[in-house]
């Protein structure tokens, strides 16, 4: 009974070995009616998975770059999922399809105008630093006023170093100070605090427009002669004002509009509870803020004075204002004339960089080389 099972065991494991040596010659002779080109692949394709098991005889290792680049390129010319042991199907697919990314990323690569030149976008990228509360319209305005460079903010924009932009309120123009800018002021107060705590009233007078600081004054105690005395400086009646805005603080007093009367100027409060009605000040004063003040801590009255009277020349010669198109203030201030070759500085030229206020701000301008 025994030597009968050993002898089927025998027999089926004859025939299972000629099933299997069969299958073999089938698939020699299946592999000679392929390609040379798809055998010499999949050859390549399991040396190179082969190789990261007996090189060095240590563990396996990562696939680098230029492997996974061959898998993917040879894996096109033949089934490869039957040779595929090192890694899952999914992950020579998903090396393929980053493959294609990475080609169409290079197909695709922009073909427009050309870059700007090096050392325009290190000087914009040295202006956003170095001006933390400046942004795009700003830097654009600052090269052609003052270096004759036209350049759209938004290419600007492609050059500026990522950091955190300050908010930017708009507020509503009002109608009628619109279509009377050229014969209107406008006034007002605001707080400052120095570092013993101490409140400082700073009183500031505007003319719309051209946006120019008119006056300026600073004083711990503000009274209503006070006050007329600032308007008796700035206003001498030839100006061709004739309307004056301010709040309805108890320091405009009725003898006060009537004294500002005698110079050919009507008082116009604003409404209550409604400081749009004064935006223009208002912007002023945010201005001041946001980038003076703010990055200030003034010891006393005087410092104050100090601080505001560097301001003051910077914001009326030297700062542009988008509103004017854009411009500067102080319409006597010189302007760069705009450069004939596009988005170059002129070679008999450079780059003249003016500190204000210790470097908060920076005015930029041309200056010849040599001089």
Known sequence: ?????????ALAALVLNSFRVLANVLTFFCLCLRSPAAVAAENLFLRKQLGLYIERNEKPRRATDSLVFTLAVVSRFFDWRNALTIVKPDTLIRWHRTGFRLFWKWKSR?????RIPADLQKLIAEMAVNNPPW???????????????????????????????PADPRQRWMTFVRNHAKAVISSDFFVVVTARFQLV????????????????????????EWTLQ????????????????????????????????SFGVTALKTPYKSPQANAFCERLIGSVRRECLDFMIPFNEAHVRQI???????????????????????????????????????RNRRIVVTSILGGLHHEYGLEEIGA
């Open 201 to 224: 009233y700073v009183f500031v007078i505007m003319e719309i427009e051209t946006r120019r600081i008119l006056h300026f004054n600073v004083t711990q105690h503000p009274t209503a």
């Open 110 to 114: 922009p073909r427009g105008r050309p």
């Open 230 to 261: 600032q308007f008796r400086e700035c206003i001498t009646g030839g100006e061709g004002y004739r309307f004056l805005i301010h709040d309805r603080d108890r320091i405009y007093s009725k003898e006060l509009d009537a004294s500002v009367k």
């Open 135 to 165: 942004g795009e319209e700003r830097i654009a305005d600052e090269l052609l006023l003052k270096i004759g460079i036209r350049i759209s903010p938004r290419t600007i924009r492609r050059y500026i170093p990522q950091r955190p932009r």
């Open 1 to 9: 009974m025994a030597s009968l099972v050993w002898i089927c065991s």
């Open 308 to 346: 505001l009277k560097s301001w003051t020349s910077h914001y009326n010669r030297g700062r542009r204002h988008s509103s004017l198109g854009p411009g500067i203030p102080d319409q006597s201030s010189p302007k760069a004339e705009l450069q004939t070759e596009r988005h170059s500085i002129p």
